[in-house]
Each structure stands twice: as C-alpha cells, then as structure tokens.
T-cell receptor, first 111, second 116 residues
Framework: DAKTTQPPSMDCAEGRAANLPCNHS???????VYWYRQIHSQGPQYIIH???NNETNEMASLIITEDRKSSTLILPHATLRDTAVYYC????????????FGDGTTLTVKP | EAGVAQSPRYKIIEKRQSVAFWCNPI?????LYWYQQILGQGPKLLIQ????????DSQLPKDRFSAERLKGVDSTLKIQPAKLEDSAVYLC??????????????FGPGTRLTVT
C-alpha cells in the first residue's frame, strides 16, 4: 500500500474552515483515500473516504486532485471539539487491504 | 448499533509477565484488526483477520505476541513475556459490513498497557 505525507501540525480558528492536506504521490489506481481522526485518549474515528470524485458527508468534505496524488480534508466550520490528530491513509477496498497509519496531523482549533 | 468492545481498559504488569487483551467487534463485521500505538505515533498494524483466518501478521513479533479469532467473532491478543517496549495502547478495529461492502474501520477504545 502507498504511503502518505502530512504536515505534523496545524492551527485553525474556531468557526473557520480547516483544510488538512495529504500527499499520496505513489497511490495506485485501485487505492482509496481514507481519513480518520483520533481525539485524545480515544480510538481513531472514521471520517470519510473517496476514490477520485470529491465526497461530502455530515462531518467533512474530501477533495482529491485530478491526478489523485494529493487530497484535502475540509472541516467547514471547525469547533474546539475538532481538535485531534487527523490521519490520511490509502488502501485498496478488498479483504486484504491494509491501512498503514503515519503520524498524522495534529489539528488545534483555537477560540 | 454497539461499537467495538475491548477489555481491560488499563493494565499494568512487570516485564517478563504475560498479559491478554480481548476484543469483540461490531456484529457482522468479518475483518478484525489489532494495532499497537506507541505514545506520539500512529497506530501500527499487528495482525488482520478475515473471519477466523489471518490475512496479515507481518508486523507481529511472533516470538512473544500471539492472537486468535477461533470462531470468527471475538479475538484475544496475548503477550508473553512482556518487555518494557511493549508499553503502548492496543487498539482493536473491525470492518467489512457484508450488507454495504464498506471497508471503513471502527475502533474500540483501546487497552493501555504499562510494563514496568
């Protein structure tokens, strides 16, 4: 499975959009981009995933570039509760698909 | 629906002792994962089961770690003997809802192991 690169930390003002980038330049054509977040002392929580089209759900939006080498997770109106470590991973959607977590981006939402 | 259950939540043992962790995945989820998360790092996959078969255990230190999922439902992860560097949070996750064929993983709260 391809690996990802994320900035180690980011800050965001409460109420503003948080845009978290992820580079996955070696992604294969059948690999999906998944985002998870981990709030302190909890297990990671699934946010969203996509293959090549932009995706949106009640938590966030996922923008994948046309060449699929990078993506951006957007939290449209960040709140203090969105402070967490955000992980971007790529994997195939098969039973043998493996999720390789990096060290993620620590997002701090400030009042 | 009930989430992934793990027990115990916390465990403190001395080095060279043994310890076991238990995980009960979301009902119907065929795939079960065990991860090790050392403080300040992302989760590292130890073993992945598909029903009761092992899909990937390439990063499991097999000289001291073992895991089983005998009936394809709940699972146990054992460490024997424990070393100081095994101090970490052990996370269990499950995925593959057969009705939706979705692969997103749902994680339990984890077991925090301290080896002294």
């Amino acid at each position: 499975d391809a690996k990802t690169t994320q900035p180690p930390s980011m800050d965001c003002a409460e109420g503003r959009a948080a845009n978290l980038p992820c580079n996955h330049s070696t992604i294969s054509g059948n690999e999906y981009v998944y985002w998870y977040r981990q709030i302190h002392s909890q297990g990671p929580q699934y946010i969203i995933h996509g293959l090549k089209n932009n995706e949106t759900n009640e938590m966030a939006s996922l923008i994948i570039t046309e060449d699929r080498k990078s993506s951006t997770l957007i939290l449209p109106h960040a709140t203090l509760r969105d402070t967490a470590v955000y992980y971007c991973i790529v994997r195939v959607n098969t039973n043998a698909g493996k999720s390789t977590f990096g060290d993620g981006t620590t997002l701090t939402v400030k009042p | 629906e009930a989430g992934v259950a793990q027990s115990p939540r916390y465990k403190i043992i001395e080095k060279r002792q043994s310890v076991a962790f238990w995980c009960n995945p979301i009902s119907g989820h065929a795939t079960l994962y065990w991860y090790q998360q050392i403080l300040g790092q992302g989760p590292k996959l130890l073993i992945q089961f598909q029903n009761n078969g092992v899909v990937d255990d390439s990063q499991l230190p097999k000289d001291r770690f073992s895991a089983e999922r005998l009936k394809g439902v709940d699972s146990t992860l054992k460490i024997q003997p424990a070393k100081l560097e095994d101090s970490a949070v052990y996370l269990c996750a499950s995925s593959l809802d057969p009705w939706t064929a979705s692969y997103e993983q749902y994680f339990g709260p984890g077991t925090r192991l301290t080896v002294t």
